[in-house]
């Protein structure tokens, strides 16, 4: 009878696509890090998925070919409260799950967001190359309610969401380093009136799009 590891690998990537199905971890994020990352090391995790991992630990041949799969069909939203919000220097200071990470929402709310010089970035291009989407959200209290209400600062909202699409290019950059990537930039537009700043960086096509 033939054997599982003797199907093509086309059919196995299926099957493992099949077992693990789609899934989201909600990470909330340590905030007194200097050296802020995108998945912190002692991140906790605020929910358990249902998908077993068991399949992993079959044989070493089956986490190989597996994990990848598991990994891309897997959205980590790491949740970051700060009084002094910073945008991430490195995509992580030695959590397990980072390499391989390929879907991440990084999502930010702080008093103030910290001024962002492009030259602190220190992306692993390797890990960066393979990733899939990456989303970022930041809201800062300094322009909550940027165009509405008795609060409004629209001058240090327009730095802000300056500062946000200069990192959001860094990592624009950064995945679309091979040859055959064509990374999107997708600045969400609906809630600037809220003051939150969105943008998404899909590996689906080179144009700059605004909703």
């Known amino acids: 009878a033939m054997g599982f590891l003797d199907l093509p690998l086309e059919i196995r990537l299926g099957i493992y696509a099949m077992v693990f199905g789609h899934g989201k ?58 009084s002094a919000g910073k945008l991430p220097r490195r995509i992580s ?37 393979g990733w899939i989407s990456l989303d970022i959200r930041c809201r800062a209290d300094t322009w909550r309610n940027s165009f509405l209400g008795e609060w409004c600062d629209r001058e240090a909202f327009v730095r802000g969401r300056d500062q946000v699409i200069t990192y959001a290019h860094t990592w624009q950059k950064a995945m679309g380093r091979s040859n055959s990537a064509q990374v999107a930039m997708i600045e969400d537009r609906s809630q600037l009136g809220q003051g939150q700043v969105r943008l998404s960086l899909d590996r689906t096509s080179s144009v700059l799009e605004q909703k």
């Open 93 to 129: 200071d030695g959590h397990p799950c980072a390499p391989f990470v390929k879907r991440l929402i990084w999502q930010l709310d702080c008093d103030i967001l910290s001024s962002f010089d492009p030259e602190d970035v220190r992306l692993d291009l390797v890990e960066a190359i």
């Open 25 to 82: 971890a909600m990470v909330e994020a340590n905030t007194e890090d200097d050296s802020p990352c995108l998945l912190p090391r002692d991140s906790i995790f605020r929910n358990h998925s249902q998908r077993s991992a068991q399949l992993l630990r079959v044989n070493r041949t089956l986490l190989l070919e597996a994990r990848p799969v598991l990994y891309a069909n897997t959205i980590f939203h790491v949740l970051t409260h700060s």
